[in-house]
Nanobody, 116 residues
Framework: QVQLVQSGGVLVQPGGSRRLSCAAS????????MSWYRQAPGRKRQLVAR????????NYADSAKGRLAISRDNAKNTVYLQMNSLTHEDTAVYYC?????????WGQGTQVTVSS
């Protein structure tokens, strides 16, 4: 079955950087786009970034452009989210996601806390 296993939670100071990872199994990873979402306290889950199957085409939410970067390693069945210049507004639970209509699959979530 499809599994998406994310790296552990992080605490980072404002202005810092971290990279999240999501290891996929149970499907042909290299043939599907992958996405990262986040959900801040009291807010709806929102798309952060998406990467096409070959890793060439990417899309970002306005809040992520220039600071967050999605990438993938199809040989390792892993998708990454590099986060730079983090602010308090980036505090959220981050989820990797794979869509295989009619189903969407989700990782377990990674808590990212930006605090001094």
């Amino acid at each position: 079955q499809v599994q998406l296993v994310q790296s552990g939670g992080v605490l980072v100071q404002p202005g810092g950087s971290r990279r999240l990872s999501c290891a996929a199994s149970g499907f042909s990873f290299s043939t599907y786009a992958m996405s990262w979402y986040r959900q801040a306290p009291g807010r709806k889950r929102q798309l952060v970034a998406r990467i096409a199957s070959a890793g060439v085409n990417t899309n970002y939410a306005d809040s992520a452009k220039g600071r967050l970067a999605i990438s993938r390693d199809n040989a390792k069945n892993t998708v990454y989210l590099q986060m730079n210049s983090l602010t308090h507004e980036d505090t959220a639970v981050y989820y990797c996601s794979n869509s295989q209509p009619p189903r969407d699959y989700w990782g377990q979530g990674t808590q990212v806390t930006v605090s001094s």
